[in-house]
Structure formats: C-alpha cells, structure tokens
C-alpha cells in the first residue's frame, strides 16, 4: 500500500480568487501548493483588456510574501466587443497567457460574456495564428435547454463548428461534467483538453439534491448523474493525456451562497490537492496522479512542467470549515470543511 507520494509540483488550470479581500484570503491556499494557476477574470468589473490583466497580476501577486516561487496566469474575458490586437498585445507582452469564453448569463458574473458568435471569430482567428489558448465554459444558455443538457447542446450547436472552423486553436474544455463531454474530448483531442475538478470526480445530483438541498454542492455546470461520475472518474484517473487538473475553487460570501437565488461555486482550493490524491488512490490509480496534476496540464499549454516537487502522505487531518475575509461577518465555507481527509500535502 502507498502510503507516500512525490510527484512533480502540480498546477492548477482553472481557478476563482476574485479581489479585494477575498483574493488576500484564497491565493495563499493555491500558492502552497501549485506552481501556476490560471486565474479566471471573471470579477467585478472583468479582466476585459491587457491593462486590466497586468493589474489584476500586480494585485495577486501583492498578496503573496515576495520570495514565492508561485505564477499566477492571466485570461482575458472575451466579450462580443473583444479587440483581437489588444488580445495579441497582451499575449506577446506575457500578460494574457490564454483567452475565457463565457456563453453570456452562463454562470457569476458572466453578464457580459459572449452572446453573438458570429462577432467572436475574428478574436478566434486571430489566436489561431498567434498559437492562444481559448478555454471554454461549455454550456448552451437557451430557456429550451435542459439545465442537465446545456453541455451536450452546447458541443453539438457552439463547440463542433468552432474546433472546426478553427483546426488549430488550440481549447480547454473547462470543469468537464458529463459522459457526452467526455466521449467528445477523447474523439478531439490533442486539439482539445479537458479540466476536471475534484467536486465533479466526488459527487452526484443525487448527493446534491437528494438528502435535502445542499448549497455547497450547487456549481456551474451542475452536478449531473452517477454514469456521468463515473466516466469523468475513469477518464481522470487513466491518465490519458486531455485530462487535466483544474480545480474551479471559487469562495463566495456565505449570504451569497445560501441566499434565495444562491451563487454557483464550491470553495476547494483548501483542500483540493489532497482530494484528488484521495480519489486516485481510491481507484487504485496514484501512479497516474502526476500524470493528471502536474505534466497533461503543462503539455496542451505548451509550458514546461514545474521542476521541483510535492510529496503527500496518508496521514489524516479534518479540513477548516470556513475562510473568514474581511472580518468575522464576511466568510467562505470550504468543500469537505469538517470532513476528515486521508492525504495531505506534507512538503511543498
Ligand atoms: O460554479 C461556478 N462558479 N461555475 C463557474 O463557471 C463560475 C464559478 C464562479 O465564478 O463562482
Ligand atoms: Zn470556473
């Protein structure tokens, strides 16, 4: 039995740290352990330009101590108005490492995402040729669509067409959380690859809304059936190289979350690292973990993998309940708080 594993130093792919107060408060769990992170911009207002990518870097970089050897990576929100030369501007300045597709009222604070794709193409085109990431939030908002089918709906209607048009842009099919999504990325890749969080490896709509509603388990896209699970499971645990790690660790104030219309998001960035160890040693599969969490990640983005390393242990610890910012009013509850976990990360 493994009981202690060292692996390459892990990044995370797709992560929420917000601003403000909230950003001082979540970064650091990330920083610990991670080499880089992509940083979604989908704050209030977003990441629209490259001036707004180098300031949200300087603001996330300043709640780290000086010496961290941590890389926060920049996306830029793309919008209907996008400018394709300010995009190239601030990839070849190293601000924006890729661009963020929100299908518009999709998820927080996607408002102003994307809701004509006709006016997106020349952005697409444009990092097509310049070797850009677009990482996508997959999911058709359409009031006919089933809540449970936006993902499908939305690989058939918006992402078949575009990874055709497009041959070599390069996507991340963002927090993959259906079997369809799965069968698909395999069928795309290395075009295509995939993030996939631990909440979507854990859970099932069952646990969500099964024994009562349960909040902290409400993200977008929502948790779907045990066959769609499963295969995210399998697919994760193989391996295989389209799958990768992206947490989508994102805090929101506990009013928020448990207000009437409540705010998608799970909070796991506190104890995500040992998460996926768990479900990987579950599955028999901790000699895919580094596989999954440090080197799939680096080889779709073209990036180098970390050269350091972390090592965990099977050794159990209880997870915080909550993150408090900005006071004892303002607080974040963390996915699995209270819960006894059985790896932690002992050296980082
Ligand atoms: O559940 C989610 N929360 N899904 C997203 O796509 C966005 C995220 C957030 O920003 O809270
Ligand atoms: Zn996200």
Not at 74 to 81: E, K, V
Not at 154 to 178: N, Q, T
Request: one cysteine or more.
């Amino acid at each position: 039995m493994t009981t202690r594993i060292t692996i390459t130093r892990p990044d995370d792919w797709h992560l929420h740290v917000r601003d403000g107060a909230m950003l001082k408060a979540s970064l650091p769990f990330t920083a610990r352990v991670f080499g880089r992170a992509i940083l979604m911009p989908n704050l209030v207002p977003p990441v629209l330009t490259a001036a707004d990518g180098a300031a949200y870097r300087q603001r996330a970089m300043a709640v780290l101590p000086t010496d961290t050897k941590f890389t926060p990576l920049i996306t830029c929100y793309l919008t209907d108005d996008t400018d394709p030369d300010d995009v190239e501007r601030g990839f070849r300045e190293g601000i924006f490492t890729a661009v963020k597709l929100y299908p518009a009222n999709a998820t927080t604070n996607s408002a102003a995402g994307v809701a004509d794709y006709a006016k997106i193409e020349r952005v697409l085109a444009r990092m097509e040729k310049i070797g850009m990431l677009l990482l996508i939030h997959c999911e058709e908002v359409d009031p006919t669509v089933d809540v449970f089918d936006r993902e499908a709906v939305f690989i058939d209607r918006r992402l078949i067409p575009m990874a055709k048009k497009f041959p070599g842009l390069k996507i991340v099919f963002e927090h993959i959380s259906s079997k369809i999504g799965i069968d698909y990325v395999r069928s795309a890749a290395p075009q295509i690859g995939a993030s996939v969080t631990p909440y979507h490896m854990q859970l099932n709509r069952t646990d969500w809304l099964g024994w009562g509603n349960r909040p902290y388990m409400y993200c977008m896209p929502v948790i779907k059936t045990e066959q769609d699970r499963i295969a995210i499971r399998q697919a994760a645990t193989s391996g295989e190289a389209c799958f990768f790690l992206g947490t989508d660790s994102a805090p929101h104030p506990v009013a928020r979350k448990l207000g009437v219309i409540g705010s998608a998001g799970l909070f796991n960035s506190p104890v995500c690292m040992e998460t996926y160890a768990q479900i990987f040693d579950e599955d028999d599969k901790l000699e895919n973990l580094e596989k999954f969490a440090s080197l799939n990640g680096p080889k779709h983005y073209g990036l180098p993998p970390n050269s350091d390393t972390i090592t965990l242990e099977k050794t159990s610890w209880t997870a915080p309940e909550e993150v408090l910012f900005d006071g004892p009013e303002e607080r974040a509850l963390i996915y699995r708080g209270g819960e006894k976990i059985p790896w932690k990360v002992v050296s980082a």
